[in-house]
């Protein structure tokens, strides 16, 4: 279905109001950014000055405070105010003794020179006497294992004898040649072979 000329020139104006918006918002961006540059640059005293607020420091009240985040000023003077109200709001100021920290996040109120801690990287929490015991358990267990090894193996010492060996006399069997023994004597004594017998028949004859 094709478009009609009226809604053409109905998206056309949309888009141009659309960019214009765009355009109009870009500059209020740089503005504002130019504005913020020319604020960091003048001191806080002047800045105070022309508000007819004092320091953060010397408020007195929450409105004050109030009045000084409201206006354009630097984000370092609001960071102050923020910093006076936790000290003039009852609520935050009287701090509970018993909260964990207080006021102070950080760890240099507990921390001392030379802190031990029985932490290891790679280990966790390495407690020298537990790994003493095991390592004194393990050494027992190995004592242990080499004696019952002892006890299986023959005692020689309260036994059975063993005769030793004499060395001279295996020196001279070790020197002495190896001799054949001599062939015996084969006519002495020896056995005569018989000659095979003949079976003879005789024959009866008549008379």
Do not use: C
């Not at 929450?62 to 709001?89: C, D, F, G, S």
């Not at 004696?147 to 070790?174: I, N």
């Amino acid at each position: 279905m094709s478009a009609t000329p009226g809604d053409f020139w109905s998206r056309r104006r949309a888009q141009v109001a659309k960019a214009e918006a765009a355009e109009l918002q870009a500059a209020e961006v740089e503005a504002r950014v130019a504005e913020d540059a020319k604020l960091e640059q003048r001191p806080d005293e002047e800045i105070l000055a022309d508000l007819d607020l004092p320091a953060p420091e010397e408020m007195v009240s929450t409105e004050q405070v109030q009045a000084l985040l409201k206006a354009a000023v630097p984000q370092r003077l609001k960071t102050r105010a923020l910093r006076r109200m936790w000290r003039l709001n009852p609520v935050l100021a009287n701090v509970d003794g018993l909260v964990d920290y207080g006021e102070d996040y950080t760890d240099a109120a507990v921390v001392v020179e030379n802190l031990q801690t029985l932490y290891k990287v790679g280990k966790g929490m390495f407690d020298k006497a537990v790994e003493a015991a095991k390592a004194e358990a393990a050494a027992v267990a190995k004592a242990e294992a080499d004696e019952a090894d002892s006890a299986d193996a023959p005692d020689h010492a309260g036994g059975d004898d063993v005769p030793e060996a004499d060395p001279t006399a295996e020196a001279q069997a070790q020197a002495a040649p190896d001799v054949d023994p001599a062939p015996a004597d084969l006519t002495e004594d020896a056995p005569v072979a018989q000659a095979p017998r003949r079976m003879r028949f005789r024959f009866e004859t008549a008379t």
